[in-house]
C-alpha cells in the first residue's frame, strides 16, 4: 500500500523582492528561469523509485513568485510530477494543486494554462488593500490590478482561492487592517491567510525599522478582532493565522502541521521523509551545476543537512505543530506513534499550562486557549525535551 506524501515545488523568482521579504528568492533572466526548469525537472524525474512507494495528495507550487514564470513552463513541472508520481484518484479524490501568485505578474492566459494543468486552487498576495501600504511593503500591484487578476481567476472558474494578508505594518492602525479584511471578505475568498509582520535580518525593513516601531499591543488587539470578524462573516479559524470557508481547509498545510511526509522540489526545498529532515542546495548556480552534472541522478547530490529525527524531537514536533491548530493534538494519536501516553511525557507541562489557562482539553484533544494563542511561542517551547 502506498504511503501519502505532499509535494513542495519552489520557484525561487520574483519581478523584485519585497522590503520585509528574507524567502530564497531573486529576480532573473529569462535564460536563467528557462535553465531552472530544466534542472527541476531533471530533479523530479531522478525521483523516480521514491515516487512508486508513494501517493500524493497534495501539491504546492511556492516561492518568489511562480506566476512569474510562463504558463508553460509550470505546466511541463507538472507534467514531470505526473510521469513520476502518481496522484490520487477516484475514492482518494483529486489531489489539491495549489500555485502561489502575485498580482501583477499573472494574465488571463497564465491562469487558464494553470487550469488546464490542473492547479485547483490559487494562494493570492495580496498583503494590503491599502495602496500606501503596499508601496511601503514594495509590492508591485495596486489593490485595483489585485481586484482585475482575481475577477479574472473565477472567470476562468477557479473556485478555491485563498488571500494572503500581512497585519501590524509600520504605521498601520486597527481601522485601516478593517478596511483591508472588509475588501477581502467582500469578494468571497475561499480561505484567507493573515500574518503578522515579522522583521527579519537582511531586508530593508530590518535596516529600516526595529522592533520598537511595531506595537506589539496593537498587534494583538488585531489579532483578536481579526478572529472575531472573520468568524462573523462565515471563516473559522483552523490554524493560527489561517482562516476557512467550511470545507475549504488547506490541504497541503495540514500536512505540515500535523507532521505528514512531504518532499521538497527545487532550490532550497525542505523535506521530511522517514522521520528525516534536509533540504536542498540553496545556492541556485550550485543547484544548476550540479543539475549539468548528474543528470540521471540528481537529488543525493543536492541533499543538504540531512538529519534523522529523534523519537524526543519527534513528540516535540507533534506537540508544537499540531498545537498550531485549533483542534489541536488528539491524544490517542500520540500514543498510537511513540508508544507511550501524552500524560506519561508531558503530564506536568500540561497541569501547569492548563491552571494558567493557556491550554485545554476535551474530548481525547488537548489545544490552545485563545489566552494559549495569544502566548504560543512561550507555551510551545515548554514542549520541548532536549
Known sequence: MKKDLGLYIHIPFCARKC????????????????????ALISEIKSYGQLGAEYLVKTIFIGGGTPSFLEGRFIADILSAVREVFTLCEGKEG??????EINPGTVTGDKLLSYKKAGINRLSIGLQSADN?????????????????NYKTARELGFQNINIDLISAL?????????RTLEKTVAIEPEHISAYSLIIEEGTPFFERYS???????????????TKEYLESAGYYRYEISNYAQKGFVCKHNCVYWTGREYLGLGLG?????NHTRFHNEEDLQAYLKLSKNHTDNFYPYIRKDIKKLTKNQRMEEFMFLGLRMSGGIKKSEFSRQFGQSVQEVYGNVIK???????INEKRGKIYLTDKGIDLSNMVMARFLLE
Open 132 to 148: 500606501r501600504q503596499l508601496r511601503l511593503l514594495g509590492r508591485i500591484h495596486t489593490f485595483e490590478t489585485f481586484r482585475d
Open 94 to 99: 483529486v489531489p489539491e494543486i495549489t500555485i
Open 170 to 178: 509600520p504605521g498601520q492602525t486597527l481601522d485601516s487592517w478593517l
Open 269 to 273: 526545498a525542505a523535506s521530511l521523509l
Open 211 to 225: 522592533e520598537e516601531d511595531l506595537d506589539e499591543e496593537l498587534d494583538r488587539t488585531i489579532y483578536g478582532r
Open 19 to 38: 522590503d520585509y521579504c528574507d524567502f530564497l528568492s531573486a529576480p532573473a533572466d529569462e535564460a536563467t528561469k528557462r535553465e531552472y526548469v530544466k
Open 352 to 358: 501547569r499550562s492548563r491552571l494558567e489557562g493557556l
